[in-house]
């Protein structure tokens, strides 16, 4: 015997609760499936357990995606303002920290908390811990044989081993790659080929990037220095640019810079940074080396941390103890380039254990903006960041999570 439902919503994270909430709340009949033990464990770590959960200035620009106009539908009809005022319902504290990007006050149990309580409010019932073995078509709609997964311990409903699932619509909702140690699968893209729709290949993004350990060697002892840079890669409309906060690693450069610039970065192609954006280095000390007293060390370490000052210095190959004006112009321009332009060849990334998010997925070309379902398979949607979606960071994935949940939500 199958169970009945209008709707199988299939990953209990940020999209997948939100599109049950809202199917669920519009009077379908919703069942939410998790392998997990745990709810939306994604949700609990983000923003240092904080839950960094939307930007004030979430925009289309604010994404890459192959297809880049495809965003635009789903987060015109879902705001961060909308987001804004379910927090409120439900007294959730919040506050802005940076550049539009709003915390919970106290912790992103809130925020959990908040969307069991919206599923409730419509009825969702729950298959949790549970997999799914097989996806096939049915003459309606869908059929989802489940397996149960492990002891049940999460109080979400009951894990059926061997139980069929029967649904009019399917909503993918089971992210992408990141962080497997919680959870993370390629579910959704497995699915996705099953019905012979297009997954642009996915790659680790808002990730950390590493180095030769030979020619990152001079750089090690700078290990936990953070500045605000300038850093760029691409080309033309590939072309990413930041001004954020950089952190030197034992094995790389880490930080909010290159996170961001992570998700524009191919394999092979370089970096440029700007260590002191706000000042032309080799114009500066030419123009002023006559009157400059203290050495060269001494004098960088007003625009930059004394160690980054005699690190750098020392793996450019200059001396700290060195004069300004007994240097040559051609050394002071330099060592301005070398600040202003430095150029690296990242050799990779932490991969997905360290990055936040996936970059690639279900090629929304084969999607409807309004709906979020397959056109070629009528009643599968897939939502989140389990499609070809990638936000900046700073809470833009998030809102995507939320605008993509809600557009299927509407329709399945």
Same mark, same amino acid.
């Given at each position: 015997?199958?169970?009945?439902?209008?709707?199988a919503?299939?990953?209990?994270?940020?999209a997948?609760?939100?599109?049950?909430?809202?199917?669920g709340?519009?009077?379908?009949?919703v069942?939410l499936?998790?392998?997990a033990?745990?709810l939306a464990?994604?949700?609990r770590?983000?923003?240092?357990?904080?839950?960094? *959960?939307?930007? &004030?200035?979430?925009?289309?620009?604010?994404?890459?995606?192959?297809?880049?106009?495809?965003?635009?539908?789903? &987060?015109?009809?879902?705001t961060?303002?909308?987001? +804004?005022? &379910?927090?409120?319902r439900h007294?959730?504290?919040?506050?802005e920290?940076?550049?539009?990007?709003?915390f919970? @006050?106290?912790s992103a149990e809130?925020?959990?908390a908040?969307?069991r309580?919206?599923?409730?409010?419509?009825g969702?019932?729950?298959?949790?811990p549970?997999?799914?073995?097989?996806?096939?078509?049915?003459?309606?709609?869908?059929?989802?044989?489940?397996?149960?997964?492990?002891?049940?311990?999460?109080?979400?409903?009951s894990?059926?081993g #061997?139980?069929?699932?029967?649904?009019?619509?399917v909503?993918?909702?089971?992210?992408? $790659?990141s962080?497997?140690?919680?959870g993370?699968? @390629?579910?959704?893209?497995?699915?996705a080929?099953q019905?012979?729709?297009?997954?642009?290949?996915?790659?680790p993004? +808002?990730?950390p990037?590493t180095?030769?350990?030979?020619?990152?060697?001079?750089?090690?002892?700078?290990?936990?220095?953070?500045?605000?840079?300038?850093?760029?890669t691409?080309e033309?409309?590939?072309?990413?640019?930041?001004?954020e906060? $950089? $952190?030197?690693?034992h094995r790389?450069?880490?930080?909010?810079?290159?996170?961001?610039?992570s998700? *524009?970065?191919?394999?092979?192609?370089?970096?440029?940074?700007n260590l002191?954006?706000?000042?032309?280095?080799?114009?500066?000390?030419?123009?002023?080396k006559?009157?400059?007293?203290?050495? +060269?060390?001494?004098h $960088?370490?007003?625009?930059?941390?004394?160690?980054v000052?005699? #690190?750098?210095?020392?793996?450019n190959?200059?001396?700290?103890?060195?004069?300004?004006?007994?240097?040559?112009d051609?050394?002071?321009?330099?060592?301005?380039t070398? +600040?202003?332009?430095?150029?690296?060849?990242?050799?990779g990334?932490?991969?997905y254990?360290?990055?936040?998010?996936?970059?690639?997925?279900?090629?929304?070309?084969a999607l409807?903006?309004q709906t979020?379902?397959?056109?070629?398979?009528p009643? =599968?949607?897939?939502?989140?960041?389990?499609?070809?979606?990638?936000?900046?960071?700073?809470?833009?994935?998030?809102?995507w999570?939320w605008?993509?949940? =809600?557009?299927a939500?509407?329709?399945?």
């Amino acid at each position: 015997m199958a169970t009945e439902f209008d709707v199988a919503v299939i990953g209990a994270g940020a999209a997948g609760m939100m599109c049950a909430a809202a199917a669920g709340q519009r009077g379908r009949s919703v069942v939410l499936i998790d392998h997990a033990t745990r709810l939306a464990e994604k949700i609990r770590i983000s923003g240092g357990g904080r839950c960094n *959960f939307t930007n &004030l200035d979430t925009g289309p620009a604010n994404f890459l995606s192959e297809n880049p106009h495809f965003c635009r539908s789903a &987060l015109s009809r879902y705001t961060p303002q909308d987001f +804004l005022g &379910l927090m409120k319902r439900h007294r959730i504290a919040y506050h802005e920290k940076h550049r539009g990007q709003l915390f919970c @006050d106290r912790s992103a149990e809130g925020v959990i908390a908040m969307l069991r309580a919206e599923c409730d409010a419509g009825g969702v019932q729950w298959r949790m811990p549970c997999k799914v073995g097989a996806i096939d078509k049915a003459a309606q709609g869908f059929r989802i044989g489940l397996e149960a997964a492990g002891s049940q311990g999460s109080g979400h409903g009951s894990a059926q081993g #061997g139980e069929t699932i029967v649904a009019n619509s399917v909503v993918i909702a089971t992210g992408g $790659l990141s962080i497997p140690k919680i959870g993370a699968t @390629d579910f959704a893209f497995r699915v996705a080929r099953q019905f012979d729709l297009k997954v642009i290949e996915p790659r680790p993004a +808002l990730v950390p990037l590493t180095f030769d350990e030979h020619a990152w060697a001079p750089f090690v002892p700078l290990s936990g220095i953070a500045l605000e840079v300038e850093v760029e890669t691409g080309e033309r409309k590939s072309r990413g640019h930041f001004k954020e906060d $950089l $952190l030197f690693t034992h094995r790389g450069l880490s930080g909010p810079a290159v996170l961001q610039i992570s998700s *524009f970065w191919q394999a092979g192609a370089q970096l440029t940074l700007n260590l002191l954006p706000q000042i032309d280095v080799a114009a500066t000390l030419i123009a002023e080396k006559g009157t400059i007293r203290k050495n +060269l060390g001494n004098h $960088l370490a007003q625009w930059l941390p004394a160690r980054v000052a005699d #690190g750098w210095l020392a793996a450019n190959d200059f001396r700290a103890d060195a004069r300004p004006a007994d240097m040559p112009d051609r050394e002071l321009r330099r060592l301005g380039t070398s +600040l202003n332009a430095w150029q690296v060849h990242p050799n990779g990334s932490e991969g997905y254990r360290k990055a936040e998010v996936t970059r690639g997925g279900v090629d929304t070309r084969a999607l409807s903006q309004q709906t979020m379902m397959a056109n070629a398979v009528p009643g =599968m949607h897939f939502i989140g960041e389990a499609v070809d979606v990638t936000g900046w960071l700073g809470g833009y994935n998030f809102q995507w999570a939320w605008a993509s949940g =809600m557009a299927a939500g509407l329709a399945a």
